[in-house]
């Protein structure tokens, strides 16, 4: 699938991938110019986002990870290492925050309890804190903490273009899930209400799953946010 419909990229291009039998939205976005590229939680299914990076003749800078849970991070050790044997040099994988880390050092053992292959546990390059800004294909991406579906989750923004991944913390019409034991509902909601609705109207956001919104109608019409 291909988001040829956000309105402004600022000169990038985007497309997402759904990848694994949980449908979670791969999102790679790069320079046309430079044919260079950035991979949003590849949660799997490597020989896809491969091929798709192959078509488009991009090259991967780094990928990142907006928090530890196997269907956005279970692909992301396995891309990295085919990436460093296609293209040489290193592939950094950069993200969530380090309150993530247990997760990603089960995503294994969360894979066998679904029957699922091909995933794998992270070690990342390195963490990511909020406030924080990267620079990412000549662009600043702003990070930002946005607890509650998982502690160390985060957003990146890009408040050039206008967009921002945001993982699973904001849905279309709903919001990300907290029924885990280290879930916090509330939290979440305060987290969404004080970091990314002030981000503004026209911010179109890239969730996990699902399609494309904004911060606007999520704001006049999600029945978790009234």
Known sequence: MSLSS???LAGLELAVVPVTAFGQNCSILWDPATRYAVVVDPGGDVPVLLHALAARDLTVDCILL???HLDHAGGADALRNELVRLQGGTVPIIGPDARDAFLLSDIAAQAARYGLTGMGNVTVDRYVTDGEILPVLGRSLAVLHVPGHTPGHVVFHDPKAGFAFVGDTLFRGSVGRTDFPYGNGPQLLQAITDRLLPLGDEVT??????????IGAERRTNPFLR
Do not use: N, Q, S
């Not at 956001?205 to 904004?214: A, E, Q, R, V």
């Open 205 to 214: 956001i890239l969730p996990g799953h699902g399609d494309m919104t904004t």
């Open 6 to 8: 956000v309105p402004d």
């Open 66 to 68: 907006t928090h530890g």
